[in-house]
């Protein structure tokens, strides 16, 4: 998939009633490898379940959740552990690149081939009606799906170790995203979505203008 004029800029990817872009390697002071060993071995790790149509499912990968601010999604709660010195210095690598600010970030751990992530809009109330979501991933190479909720088009993206994939616009309210499992042996992956919670920084905003007033 050719559509990078530069490997150090974000570049928009053609998206129908979204908007999506995309950087081959986000800059770090420090090697992908660094960043999956470190983030695989630093993480605490959960094995969540979600509610789907009423019933409990056991999530086919381990998350964590960090940051500022508590997060729901399909009847699951998460109070975040505070970012971690790693974290930070991913997060201010993708606030540079991005132009936009993140307060939270949900970590995937993708560790084979039978983990995976089930098609899903992240369309919370919390994420405000514009979601932007920056997407880091450090690891193996998996497919990123996208499917469009009435058209049914689908786009998939290749996501390589050091990437940084941004949804913004109306992506979450037109399109679905996931990640299947796969028939071939895999190695592991870390996934990072930074997010801005907005009802967390109505608060940050409210305090800061009752200490101006």
């Known amino acids: ?30 090697s992908n490898e660094e960043a999956l060993g470190r983030l695989i071995a630093e993480t605490a790790w959960k094995a969540e379940s979600i509610t789907l149509w009423g019933k409990q499912h056991p999530q086919p990968r381990l998350t964590a959740w960090h940051g500022e601010a508590r997060y729901t999604y399909s ?42 992530m089930g098609m899903h809009s992240d369309d919370e109330p919390e994420l405000g009606p514009q979601p932007v ?22 786009v ?30 895999l190695n592991p992956r870390v996934n990072l979505t930074f997010r801005i919670i907005v009802q967390y920084a109505d608060i940050l905003s409210d305090h800061a203008n009752l200490r101006e007033s």
């Open 1 to 30: 998939m050719d559509l990078f004029s530069s490997p150090s800029q974000l570049t928009p990817i053609p998206l129908v009633d979204g908007e999506l872009a995309m950087l081959p390697q986000l800059p770090l002071p420090f």
């Open 75 to 116: 009847g699951l709660t998460l109070d975040p552990l505070p970012f971690t010195a790693l974290q930070l210095a991913i997060k201010a690598a993708v606030e540079e690149e991005s132009g936009h600010r993140f307060n939270s970030v949900l970590l995937n751990y993708y560790r084979n081939e039978r983990d995976s």
């Open 133 to 154: 979501i920056a997407s880091v991933s450090f690891g193996e190479t998996r497919t990123f799906i996208l499917k469009h909720k009435r058209s049914k088009e689908t």
């Open 156 to 185: 998939k993206v290749d996501l390589p170790s050091g990437s940084l994939l941004l949804m913004s616009g109306d992506t979450q309210r037109n399109w679905l995203h996931g990640i299947n499992k796969s028939t071939r042996s």
